[in-house]
C-alpha cells in the first residue's frame, strides 16, 4: 500500500456511477436475459477504462475500477461462490422502521434499490474465478493508460455477505463465516496477487447494529461482530496486513441514522481486523463529530486512516477548505503520513442507483484533491 511523506494522498471507497449500458448489461444479466455476452463484456471493458481516467482526471490517487461488473457489492458473490440461490425477505434498518412515511417515501421514490438477494441453501465453495479474472483483466489494462500512484479492488468481506444473504444451510453463524471465510480466500488473494491492494468491505460492522443485529444486547452485538472480525482474519491470514484496508460504515443512504452504532463502540472492534488501512465515514452529519473518538482512542502505530471527507448520499459539494479542515484533524491524531483522505462510502452502491448525479461525484472528488492540496500545504509548512 503506497503512502506519502510529503503530501496526503485521495482515495475513496470504490463503486462509482455506471452507464446506462453497463447497468442495463449487468441487470439482464442477472435476469438471465443477456443476449450478446461477448459485447457485454467489451461494455465494461470499455467503462473501466474511462472510469478510472475520470478518477486520475479529477486528481485521485488511489483508484478502483468502479466495481463496474458487479449489480451490488455484496450480492455479486452468488456468480463466484456456489451455495446461494432464490431471493430473501427484505430488512429494513431500525432507523428507517421508526419513520415509517420516511421509508414508504423511499420505496415509491426509487430510493430502495430492487435486486435479488439469495439466500445460502447449499455448501459453499469456489465456483468460478472467471468474473474476477475478467476483473483483474479489465483493471489491469485500464491502469496501464491512466498511471496513478495506486490501485485497489474492493472484494466483499463473509461478514456483510452473512448480512445481505441470510443462512438457511448451515448449522450455525459460526460455521456460516467459516465456510464464507474459506470460500472468498481465494478472491483476496487473487487480488494482492494480481498487484492490487485489497479492500474489504465491512458494513456488518456498523450498519449491522441496525439490521442483523437490531434485536441483540449491545453485549451480544460486540461478540457477533467480533466473531465477523475474526472470520475476516481467518480468510486474510496469508496476506500481508500492508496489502489490505477495510471499510466500515453504516449504511450508504440518506435517513434519520439516529440508531447507528457510535464509533467508540465500532473503532475497537474494527481495529482488531488485519488490514492495514481503516476508512470509515467522517463527513456526513451523523458522524463528522467523531474524530473526537479516534483523539481519545489508542490507534495502533501501524494503522493507516482513510476518513471519508465527503458526503456520498448529497449533491452538496464540499468546499475544498472544510475537506481541508477535516483532514487536518486526523492529521494532528495520528501523523500526516499515517492519513489518505477518503469519501464516506462508495457513490453507486447498487448499479443504476445513486442519490448524487454522476458529474457531482465527479466535482465531489475534485474537490477532495483540492482540499487535500490545501491540507498538504498547511502540513508541511508550504502554504501560501
Known amino acids: 500500500m503506497k503512502t506519502s511523506t510529503d503530501r496526503i494522498l485521495t482515495s475513496h471507497v470504490g463503486s462509482l456511477p455506471r452507464s446506462k449500458a453497463v447497468s442495463d448489461g449487468v441487470f439482464a444479466q442477472e435476469r438471465g436475459e443477456l443476449v450478446d455476452a461477448s459485447a457485454f463484456r467489451r461494455t465494461i471493458a470499455e467503462a473501466v477504462t474511462a472510469v478510472v481516467e475520470r478518477q486520475v482526471k479529477a486528481g485521485v490517487d488511489i483508484v478502483s475500477d468502479g466495481e463496474m461488473s458487479k449489480i451490488s457489492y455484496a450480492t455479486y458473490i452468488k456468480d463466484r461462490i456456489t451455495g446461494f440461490e432464490g431471493d430473501s425477505p427484505r430488512n429494513p434498518p431500525k432507523d428507517l422502521e421508526a419513520f415509517p412515511g420516511f421509508l414508504e417515501r423511499q420505496a415509491k421514490g426509487g430510493g430502495t434499490p430492487s435486486y435479488r438477494r439469495p439466500k445460502c441453501v447449499g455448501e459453499i465453495q469456489v465456483k468460478d474465478m472467471g468474473p474476477l479474472e475478467e476483473d483483474i483483466e479489465n483493471f489491469r489494462s485500464a491502469l496501464q493508460i491512466a498511471r496513478p500512484v495506486d490501485a485497489f479492488m474492493n472484494a466483499a468481506s463473509p461478514g456483510v455477505i452473512a448480512l445481505f444473504q441470510p443462512n438457511e444451510y448451515y448449522p450455525s453463524r459460526e460455521a456460516y463465516l467459516q465456510a464464507l471465510a474459506d470460500a472468498m480466500r481465494a478472491e483476496y488473494e487473487a487480488i494482492v496477487e494480481a498487484g492490487f ?178 491540507a498538504s500545504g498547511r502540513l508541511w509548512g508550504r502554504a501560501t
Open 197 to 374: 491492494v485489497l479492500q474489504l468491505d465491512s458494513p456488518d460492522l456498523g450498519l449491522g447494529r441496525h439490521m442483523m443485529f437490531k434485536d441483540k444486547s449491545e453485549a451480544e452485538y460486540r461478540r457477533l461482530a467480533e466473531q465477523h472480525v475474526h472470520a475476516l482474519n481467518e480468510a486474510v491470514r496469508n496476506i500481508p496486513a500492508d496489502r489490505m484496508r477495510l471499510h466500515v460504515c453504516w449504511g450508504n443512504y440518506e435517513g434519520p441514522h439516529h440508531c447507528d452504532a457510535p464509533m467508540e463502540t465500532v473503532l475497537p472492534i474494527a481495529l482488531k481486523a488485519k488490514p492495514q488501512a481503516l476508512l470509515f465515514e467522517a463527513a456526513n452529519p451523523r458522524h463528522a463529530h467523531e474524530w473526537e473518538v479516534f483523539a481519545a482512542a489508542e490507534i495502533p502505530d501501524d494503522k493507516i486512516l482513510v476518513p471519508g471527507v465527503i458526503d456520498s448520499t448529497t449533491n452538496f459539494i464540499e468546499h475544498p477548505r472544510l475537506i481541508a479542515q477535516r483532514i487536518e484533524k486526523f492529521a494532528d491524531i495520528v501523523g500526516r503520513e499515517r492519513v489518505i483522505a477518503g469519501t464516506d462510502c462508495g457513490f453507486s452502491t447498487f448499479a443504476g442507483f445513486g442519490a448524487v448525479d454522476p458529474d457531482i461525484v465527479y466535482a465531489k472528488l475534485a474537490a477532495l484533491s483540492e482540499g487535500a492540496a490545501i
